[in-house]
């Protein structure tokens, strides 16, 4: 079973994510993460690295903000999710198992 969210964050964009039922969906705290992180400015030459990436939300809210973003997890079904919704939102980032 998907699940598919909708996350809309203001003045940021807006991502439509699917999650497979293993995986972590785009919660309040993975939003709360979010706006968080559009605070800081991207470093140039600097990459972020989301550790435990799930849908990959976090992941495309930092490449959206022009960050240079590596994502991995330790679950396959994620990892796989984390590139789909990449790709389906036009992100492309190094995601590793």
Known sequence: ???KTKVSLEGIGEWEVVSPQTVYPPREDSLLLCKVISEF???PGVRALEIGCGSGIVTMVLATLGWEVSACDL???AVSATRGNMESNG???EVIE
């Open 75 to 77: 679950n396959p079904f």
């Open 91 to 93: 992100n492309f980032q």
């Open 1 to 3: 079973m998907m699940t």
């Open 41 to 43: 400015t991207p470093i």
